[in-house]
């Protein structure tokens, strides 16, 4: 067996790295008038898609069938399974990035393919494993490959923004198994120090995040908005007391996942603060994609891709400077609608698309650089996956 195919988590993790180093650069040169898409859709949206459904589908695929695995001892999908899925996305990529404008139903028909699929690999072993606890995943998937907006579904819904629905369901799962890791890691990695247990504080910060659905799938008033963004960020804050983050900062590996979650604390509090106006979205989305979004993903490629291949959880120095590139990333990328609203120079705020864009290909590019050989090569422990 090609060790590539060992687990599910190794073809869709690189494959992750690499849809995040070229579809970010691609997206701004044509925002720059460089060159173009043959696409029905905005250049906005079909970045937002390929972010959501290219780069974060392929890292819930690989993370959820090779976790899913873990959690109930039973099978998800074997090497064949594998690749038949990673070609279902390939596929989808290929006609994304060459499309004609028919055709953007058959990018969202191969994308709900992956994610129905890979929420019935990881039903039948939670059902029959009776895993309740992570029984919410799976219909989360199905939601998500529901609220595609190239499919014609999605335009019945009365969001603002065509991508929003999506982005809060891929929060949504970041906030469930966040939940549960976070402090797990912290607790193993920092034995000498207490950790919070699971508390009523857990279940605050789910309910409300789960209201953040409300306002994604519909037009509400600026005051509910507002009001329900509040009420998570501050939920999602309180969750962290007793995470002690601060302790982490000597082990950037456990650190990061801290960081990803805070983001998601300063995301929802943005938009209880800015409101939902042009600017004010474009601060607080990307602070919950780039930041929330895009930190817990790339920690979580780091962190599985070494404890799923028999190494040691050290995050090394080519992933300390990954994260500070995507940290440099978001803070150059919500700073830009910032200087919008401060009537900043044209060429300012190309110049810092290009450091934003820079940063994030970097970060991936590291990524890739430091594990292709890991994914691409067996266990060091002679363990099988």
Same mark, same amino acid.
């Given at each position: 067996?090609?060790?590539?195919?060992?687990?599910?988590?190794?073809?869709?993790?690189?494959?992750? *790295?690499?849809?995040?180093?070229?579809?970010?650069?691609?997206?701004?040169?044509?925002?720059?008038?460089?060159?173009?898409?043959?696409?029905?859709?905005?250049?906005?949206?079909?970045?937002?898609?390929?972010?959501?459904?290219?780069?974060?589908?392929?890292?819930?695929?690989?993370?959820?069938?090779?976790?899913?695995?873990?959690?109930?001892?039973?099978?998800?999908?074997?090497?064949?399974?594998? #690749?038949?899925?990673?070609?279902?996305?390939l596929g989808a990529r290929v006609i994304s990035y060459f499309p004609a404008p028919a055709r953007l139903s058959w990018v969202a028909a191969?994308?709900?393919?992956?994610?129905? *699929?890979?929420?019935?690999?990881?039903?039948? &072993?939670?059902?029959?494993?009776?895993?309740?606890?992570?029984?919410?995943?799976?219909?989360?998937?199905?939601?998500?490959?529901?609220?595609?907006?190239?499919?014609?579904?999605?335009?019945?819904?009365?969001?603002?923004? &065509?991508?929003?629905?999506?982005?809060?369901?891929? %929060?949504? %799962?970041?906030?469930?198994?966040?939940?549960?890791?976070?402090? #797990?890691?912290?607790?193993?990695?920092?034995?000498? %120090?207490?950790?919070?247990?699971?508390?009523?504080?857990?279940?605050?910060?789910?309910?409300?995040?789960?209201?953040?659905?409300? &306002?994604?799938?519909?037009?509400?008033?600026?005051?509910?908005?507002?009001?329900?963004?509040?009420?998570?960020?501050?939920?999602?804050?309180?969750?962290?007391?007793?995470?002690?983050?601060?302790?982490?900062?000597?082990?950037?590996?456990?650190?990061?996942?801290?960081?990803?979650?805070?983001?998601?604390?300063?995301?929802?509090?943005?938009?209880?603060?800015?409101?939902?106006?042009?600017?004010?979205?474009?601060?607080?989305?990307?602070?919950?994609?780039?930041?929330?979004?895009?930190?817990?993903?790339?920690?979580?490629?780091?962190?599985?891709?070494?404890?799923?291949?028999?190494?040691?959880?050290?995050?090394?120095?080519?992933?300390?400077?990954?994260?500070?590139?995507?940290?440099?990333?978001?803070?150059?990328? %919500?700073?830009?609608?910032?200087?919008?609203?401060?009537?900043?120079?044209?060429?300012?705020?190309?110049?810092?698309?290009?450091?934003?864009? *820079?940063?994030?290909?970097?970060?991936?590019?590291?990524?890739?650089?430091?594990?292709? &050989?890991?994914?691409?090569?067996?266990?060091?422990?002679?363990?099988?996956?």
């Amino acid at each position: 067996m090609l060790p590539l195919l060992a687990a599910p988590f190794r073809p869709f993790f690189w494959l992750a *790295g690499l849809q995040a180093v070229i579809s970010v650069p691609v997206y701004l040169t044509v925002l720059s008038g460089k060159t173009s898409l043959s696409s029905a859709t905005s250049p906005f949206v079909w970045h937002a898609h390929e972010m959501l459904y290219g780069y974060c589908a392929a890292v819930l695929a690989g993370f959820l069938l090779t976790a899913t695995r873990a959690w109930t001892q039973r099978q998800t999908v074997g090497p064949l399974g594998t #690749l038949l899925l990673v070609a279902i996305w390939l596929g989808a990529r290929v006609i994304s990035y060459f499309p004609a404008p028919a055709r953007l139903s058959w990018v969202a028909a191969a994308d709900a393919t992956l994610l129905c *699929g890979t929420a019935l690999a990881i039903a039948r &072993p939670i059902l029959l494993a009776r895993s309740w606890r992570n029984a919410s995943f799976a219909p989360l998937l199905l939601l998500l490959a529901a609220a595609n907006p190239f499919f014609p579904a999605n335009r019945l819904i009365g969001s603002a923004t &065509p991508t929003l629905p999506a982005v809060e369901i891929v %929060i949504m %799962i970041m906030v469930i198994f966040a939940g549960r890791i976070i402090p #797990l890691f912290t607790r193993n990695a920092l034995s000498a %120090i207490e950790v919070r247990q699971r508390d009523r504080r857990d279940d605050l910060a789910l309910a409300a995040n789960a209201a953040m659905l409300v &306002p994604a799938l519909f037009v509400v008033s600026p005051t509910v908005d507002r009001a329900l963004s509040a009420l998570a960020g501050t939920s999602n804050l309180l969750r962290m007391v007793g995470w002690r983050s601060i302790a982490c900062r000597r082990d950037a590996l456990l650190l990061v996942l801290h960081l990803g979650y805070a983001w998601i604390v300063v995301a929802q509090l943005l938009r209880a603060w800015l409101g939902n106006d042009v600017a004010g979205r474009a601060i607080w989305l990307h602070a919950a994609t780039l930041g929330a979004i895009g930190t817990l993903t790339l920690a979580m490629l780091a962190r599985v891709s070494l404890g799923h291949t028999g190494r040691p959880l050290r995050a090394g120095r080519l992933m300390t400077l990954a994260f500070a590139c995507l940290l440099g990333a978001v803070l150059a990328r %919500i700073s830009i609608p910032t200087a919008v609203r401060c009537g900043a120079d044209p060429h300012w705020l190309l110049t810092s698309y290009w450091t934003a864009t *820079g940063l994030w290909s970097v970060a991936f590019a590291l990524y890739l650089l430091r594990y292709t &050989p890991m994914l691409f090569s067996p266990r060091v422990d002679g363990k099988t996956g």
